[in-house]
């Protein structure tokens, strides 16, 4: 039966093509995997460069804020305009396509709110956002949009020590005459190489990120 | 026949280099996801240790925490109110709470994947000559039992007592100098991540950090 065909026009046999779909299929089955593989992989590796970065700058901008403001008498620490300028160089070149912006009202000419303590009073007005420090990272996506970072400064100021009641101990009202404390937040979302639809952002292309760094500082009396 | 058996041999082949191929691929490239985890929780733990000894002096010597006292959560910041699980720190100095508060503050991104070490709050003592654990400092009579943080802090008593930092001969050497010294110990546990069917290791990570009194008080 085999030697009726002529040369060159033989049929493939149909296990050839069996096996031809075989490879497909395969492939198919094991290229996104692998890709998935490979993408996560990378992102990982970009991700922990990006949050090594803002832990660094976290920590550099802790110490900025906690050491005062313009002078060595003022008596609050420097607002997220001038912490985020401090440390935006550092940062930015780490966070491959991601803005970062003070936690600040961007509408034009407002003023950065000042850091909050706890004798502020009520606060009214669009602005009050950001007089505390956004809480998740899915606030500051939707003040700025998608793949920015905010730095935010929150310090809070012990109370006056007063006379205490009798019956109470001294000091009174508690922690009066502690040293303030100081917040530096770096929330957002980061630009990275996660398909949207993984549930990981709020959109695709992204990672979310909170790091923070707390710490005491000291305010000299004028 | 034979060339059917063949055949069907080497699609089982496949199906089983597939099967072999895919778990290994899977499992380095958790392992490599829990490194780069591992990375990023160490430099935030050395920052927090950072941060803690220094605002140490942000206290002064003398001042000791007043009875009832308490932290960390710090009831003043983070949005986090002091509970049963925080720390009592009456009776010790000041400057303990200052770092303990400086240290849970900034610690508090990985709070569920971190099982700490604990042990005391506060020390005095110990000398970077000596081979005891901390340099055989010893914790203040007061300090809470179970914290994150350990920290080795001079500082002067209520009752004029004077008690010693940490005694590094690294700096002014042969004499050495005081420093603030802080030190945290924590297992990352992957168990309660989608990692763990991969990451089959618990690191402990360790950090330490040393910080000299500014100028001005020394």
Redesign the interface.
């Known amino acids: 039966m085999e030697g009726n065909w002529p040369a060159g026009v033989r049929p493939r046999p149909q296990r050839r093509r069996r096996g031809g779909a075989q490879a497909t299929l395969e492939f198919a089955f094991v290229a996104p995997l692998f890709l998935l593989c490979f993408l996560a992989a990378v992102d990982s590796g970009l991700w922990a460069v990006q949050n090594s970065a803002e832990v660094s700058a976290v920590e550099a901008a802790a110490r900025d804020a906690a050491s005062a403001g313009a002078s060595p008498l003022s008596q609050t620490a420097p607002d997220a305009r001038g912490v985020t300028a401090a440390i935006v160089g550092r940062l930015q070149q780490s966070l491959f396509a991601t803005t970062v912006v003070a936690w600040c009202d961007p509408a034009k000419g407002m003023a950065c709110a000042p850091p909050a303590s706890s004798a502020t009073t009520a606060c009214t007005g669009n602005s009050c956002r950001f007089v505390n420090c956004p809480v998740t990272p899915k606030a500051v996506e939707d003040v700025f949009g998608p793949r920015v970072v905010a730095v935010c400064v929150h310090e809070v100021d012990a109370p006056q020590c007063g006379t205490a009641p009798p019956g109470v101990a001294a000091p009174y009202p508690p922690y009066c005459g502690d040293t303030p404390t100081i917040t530096v937040r770096i929330t957002g979302f980061i630009a990275a190489l996660v398909p949207p639809g993984l549930g990981l952002g709020a959109s695709g292309g992204e990672l979310p990120t909170d790091v923070a760094a707390t710490t005491h500082t000291l305010r000299f009396a004028p | 026949m034979n060339r059917r058996r063949s ?1 069907n041999g080497m ?1 089982a082949q ?1 199906v089983l280099e ?1 099967a072999l191929v ?1 778990p290994i ?2 499992l ?2 958790c392992n ?2 829990a490194l ?2 591992q ?2 929780v160490q ?2 733990m050395d ?2 240790v ?2 803690a000894a ?2 140490r002096f ?2 002064p010597n003398q001042a000791f925490d ?4 308490r932290c960390c959560p ?5 949005g986090v109110s002091s509970n049963g699980a925080s720390l009592a720190t009456g009776g010790i100095p ?1 400057g303990c709470r ?1 770092a303990a ?2 240290f ?3 610690m ?2 990985y709070e569920k994947l971190l099982r700490w070490k604990t042990g005391p709050l506060c020390v005095t003592g110990g000398d970077s000559a000596g081979s005891a654990a901390l340099g055989g400092a010893i914790p203040y009579a007061q300090s809470p039992a179970n914290a994150n943080v350990t920290c080795d802090v001079g500082s002067i008593g209520p009752d004029g007592v004077n008690h010693r930092g940490f005694l590094d001969h690294a700096f002014n050497p042969p004499r050495g100098l005081y420093a603030v010294t802080c030190d945290a110990t924590a297992r990352i546990d992957f168990s309660q991540t989608p990692l763990a069917w991969g990451v089959l290791w618990t690191p402990t990570i360790h950090a330490h950090a040393e910080a000299l009194p500014p100028p001005f008080r020394q």
């Open positions: 055949r699609d496949a597939t895919i691929l899977l380095l490239v490599f996801i780069m985890v990375v990023t430099q935030q920052a927090a950072a941060l220094e605002s942000q206290a007043y009875a009832g006292a710090d009831p003043r910041c983070c000041t200052y508060e400086t849970y503050g900034t508090q991104s």
